[in-house]
């Protein structure tokens, strides 16, 4: 009987053994088959891109080192300092840059040659500009426009004062020195065009040029 019983026992395990070895392979390739998972992707934190865009102000000035007043027969060299305000509107595209600047000043420029002597006073400009940002901080541009400005000339007797108009160009940089502000230095030429002024003889027919180098401190808004 305990023969049987033994021997029931036996078969028994068999079985649960077989069962346990079928399952095996079973689970084994289910562990094989499994992916492990993807690693989560790496967060980079955001670097802000620096601009120029938008509108700015400052004060600049300079010195007209090369002037030239014409009139017939008579050239008249002027220099002098000058100061102005500014202001204008930069929008950006990548790396390039452009807007719309103007500016308004005063010009203590004089000279006199052969009896005449011409004297500059109030000035202004409206002016496109386009440049590149070279680096985040640097910007290199190009401007011109229309410009203005009040010219008095004398001849000893008599004297007369006009406004004349023309025109301006030059090229500049502007340097960051913090987010919201930038110092700049720039070249300009600036060609007043002819105007005629009423001295002793007549109708007096003045040309007037000038080459001015500008340091200006500008803050943006």
């Known amino acids: 009987m305990s023969n049987k019983i033994l021997s029931g026992r036996n078969v028994a395990a068999a079985f649960g053994l077989a069962a346990v070895m079928g399952a095996m392979p079973a689970f084994a390739a289910d562990v094989i088959g499994e992916e492990p998972p993807a690693p989560a992707p790496i967060q980079y934190d955001q670097v802000p891109v620096a601009s120029w865009a938008g509108g700015y102000a400052g004060i600049q000035g300079g010195y007209n ?31 390039f840059v452009y807007g719309l600047e103007g500016d308004i000043g005063y010009d203590w420029s004089d000279g006199a040659n052969a009896g005449v002597a011409t004297d500059h006073g109030l000035n202004g400009s409206l002016r496109a500009r386009m440049g590149v940002a070279a680096t985040d901080n640097i910007l ?8 203005a ?54 109708a007096t027919e003045v040309d007037s040029t000038s080459n001015n180098f500008l340091l200006g401190l500008g803050f943006k808004f």
């Open 140 to 147: 290199i541009y190009g401007t011109g426009g229309g410009a």
């Open 65 to 95: 080192f090369s002037g030239e007043d014409e009139v017939p027969g008579n050239s008249i060299d002027t220099d002098g300092f000058n100061g102005s305000v500014f202001g204008g509107w930069n929008g950006q595209s990548g790396m």
């Open 149 to 202: 400005a009040r010219v008095e000339v004398s001849d000893g007797l008599t004297s007369d004062e006009n406004t004349m108009l023309g025109w301006t160009a030059g090229v500049g940089a502007d340097v960051k020195v913090t987010e919201k502000v930038f110092v700049r230095g720039e070249y300009r030429y600036t060609d007043l065009g002819k105007e005629d002024f009423a001295l002793t003889g007549g």
